[in-house]
């Protein structure tokens, strides 16, 4: 077996210019520690994107951040998104009244229910799996059955 010497310097400077091998091994060794911990490493972060189809149903039902920062990343302005901002220029499209559904919380619960099965497939019990949730996003109970219950296929 072959010895094998890392310079941390040349690795972090690569990993941090988007060297696409350095990247594709820290993303690799990143995953393989939330699979056998269920804990991301210090400095990961995990995320859900939205695809840019599901950004007019967020604004319809009144949470217009997800849009508004796509649109200032240089999201490319699709034909629905197009008709969703003429329409609120027209005046069409208002805000609901009622607190809207956020999007990040919608991803928030997303993320729980995802950790959830994936314990479950793994071999967990229910309830462990819910317990290890409380324990892992540090949250109650009633937050995982939400997430849960939005998240149900």
Known sequence: MAEIEIDWDV????GIASDPVVRAIMLQVAQEILDTTGKAPPGVVIGFKVKDS?????????DWEPLISYIEQGGDINHEIR?????VLRGKVRRPNHRPRRAATLLHHAK????????????????????????????????VQR???????
Request: charged content about 25%; aromatic content about 12%; overall charge negative.
């Open 112 to 143: 729980i229910a995802w950790h959830v099965s994936k314990w479950r497939a793994d071999g967990l019990g229910p309830e462990a799996s819910i317990q290890k949730a409380i324990d892992v996003f540090g949250i109650d109970r009633t937050t």
């Open 147 to 153: 997430a849960l219950k939005d998240c149900a296929d």
């Open 83 to 87: 008709n969703f901002i003429l329409d």
């Open 54 to 62: 599901a950004l007019v149903p967020f604004a319809l039902d009144g």
């Open 11 to 14: 690795f972090f400077a690569a």
